[in-house]
């Protein structure tokens, strides 16, 4: 080879050498960006439980009241279908034999795996009876007799899993538990722990929703991350209650679910999204959702707080697809987006299999009733107030939620920057406030001494605090 013709070999060796290398390392640097820079949104879900029926040998009573409720059903899929929503359902197996009998399975078919929507289980106290369409309630004594609750399970697997099979699919893909009234302390190791057990039912739940009683709460102690691994499957937690209603629901304390404490739990669940972020952890996915029944969804049907919860769910998805769905804060991370229980459970795989190391220590300080809160003091003290409204500042860098509290009347304002630069209070506020920094030290100051970072602040009027804290 000339002498000319080794100089161009060389110079393409070299060239070849330093694309590869520059490929090489640029990947790496890529996939550590994708590990590290990439957060999760906040997943937001419409959840639905499509209860019992009237447990009455009426057959024309039932068939009334399950035509209630299906068109409630109806309601909703044609409602996320405009707005992008997306619901994850969870059946009982006297909703699901109507269902079935009547013809109606294909009203599930979006449902179905590949779907936007998810179909799940949900069981009350309920076993069939020789009758169609008519089941029975179990005597509140036997709820936590582990007989009676395997019979309920029997009863109403099968015709929940009929829901599956008539859409195409099987009793695998009724993969998700979302509580059951009756129920017993040891529950999940009789009934998933799918590795030394054999079960009237070949389900095989992996995704585990609150359970009701005093197993599970359906709002716990806590507000920070949303889910952890149990044994064989994983466990989320729920945030919202049920939608227009604010009296309690239940001994579990479900309360407050009317929009303006939806919104306020929402915010809760931002903040610490939010400060994950901005610190650069690898924290886990994080959900939000809401609850209503079908027939709380029917035409004519008025909630505890004296509103339609049709309109009560339109407002709460505008104000989310105003504010936060799809939308990017000034990480340049999108903050939130519409989700069903499936994709979360994706979510929740992909980072427990990147950050092993960090998913052991979630699950630890669970279990030690310590969950991970970048925001103690001010999330604590969010939990008696609801959402009034955005402030409009005049400053688009300078971000401020208008809260009240239910006991007192007393206004607090949640307050954040969307720049490193600190910005005066002042601009918009005047008088004495008490301030919550996130750190949990708390100070009394006046408005026009008060500068806010990118860490969230919350003010409460201090003529309205009896002493300092």
């Not at 610490?272 to 994080?286: H, N, T």
Request: glycine share 8%; hydrophobic share 35%; proline share 6%.
């Amino acid at each position: 080879m000339s002498s000319k013709g080794k100089f161009l070999m060389n110079i393409f060796i070299f060239i070849t050498i330093s694309i590869l290398l520059a490929f090489f390392f640029g990947t790496l640097h890529g996939l550590s960006n994708t590990r590290a820079e990439k957060p999760f949104p906040i997943f937001v879900t419409a959840m639905v439980h499509l209860d019992p029926l009237p447990t009455v040998p009426n057959i024309e009573i039932i068939l009334r009241e399950y035509a209630r409720h299906r068109d409630g059903w109806l309601w909703y899929l044609n409602f996320a279908k405009k707005t992008g929503l997306r619901i994850s359902a969870q059946m009982t197996g006297v909703y699901a034999e109507a269902c079935v009998l009547q013809g109606h399975a294909s009203d599930f078919k979006l449902c179905m795996p590949g779907g936007p929507h998810h179909l799940g289980t949900h069981l009350h106290a309920n076993i069939k009876t020789d009758l169609p369409y008519v089941w029975k309630t179990i005597p509140k004594e036997k709820y936590n007799d582990p007989l009676m609750v395997l019979h309920v399970f029997k009863d109403n697997l099968p015709w929940i899993n009929r829901i599956f099979e008539e859409n195409g699919f099987s009793s695998q893909d009724n993969w998700f538990f979302h509580g059951s009234h009756a129920a017993y302390q040891g529950m999940e190791k009789d009934l998933f722990d799918y590795e030394h057990k054999t079960y009237p039912y070949d389900n095989r739940f992996v995704m585990v929703g609150a359970k009701r009683g005093r197993l599970y709460l359906y709002r716990g102690p806590w507000i920070g991350e949303p889910h952890q691994r149990k044994g064989n499957y994983i466990k989320i937690s729920e945030v919202g209650g049920i939608i227009g209603e604010d009296r309690e629901h239940g001994p579990e304390g479900m309360v407050y679910g009317s929009v303006p404490y939806q919104k306020r739990d929402f915010l809760r669940v931002y903040i610490e999204w939010r400060e994950m972020v901005r610190r650069g952890d690898s924290g886990p996915v994080r959900h939000f959702n809401w609850m209503v029944h079908p027939y709380q969804l029917a035409k004519g049907y008025i909630a505890s707080d004296g509103r339609s919860p049709r309109e009560s769910i339109k407002e709460l998805v505008e104000w989310l697809l105003d504010n936060f769905i799809e939308k990017k804060d000034e990480s340049g991370y999108v903050i939130a987006r519409f989700a069903n229980v499936a994709e979360i459970r994706h979510a929740f795989e992909t980072w427990e299999s990147e950050y092993p190391e960090e998913a052991h220590a979630l699950q630890e300080a669970l279990e030690r009733n310590e969950p991970p809160r970048y925001l103690p003091v001010i999330l604590d003290r969010m939990e008696t107030t609801y959402h009034e409204k955005i402030l409009n500042t005049g400053n688009p860098n300078l971000v401020i939620h208008k809260l009240r509290d239910r006991n007192n009347s007393n206004i607090l304002y949640l307050i954040w920057s969307r720049i490193d630069d600190l910005i005066p209070v002042g601009e918009v506020l005047s008088g004495q406030y008490l301030v919550y920094h996130g750190n949990g030290k708390s100070e009394i100051l006046d408005a026009s001494d008060i500068l806010v970072g990118m860490e969230p602040i919350l003010l409460e009027r201090a003529k309205s605090v009896s002493r300092k804290r």
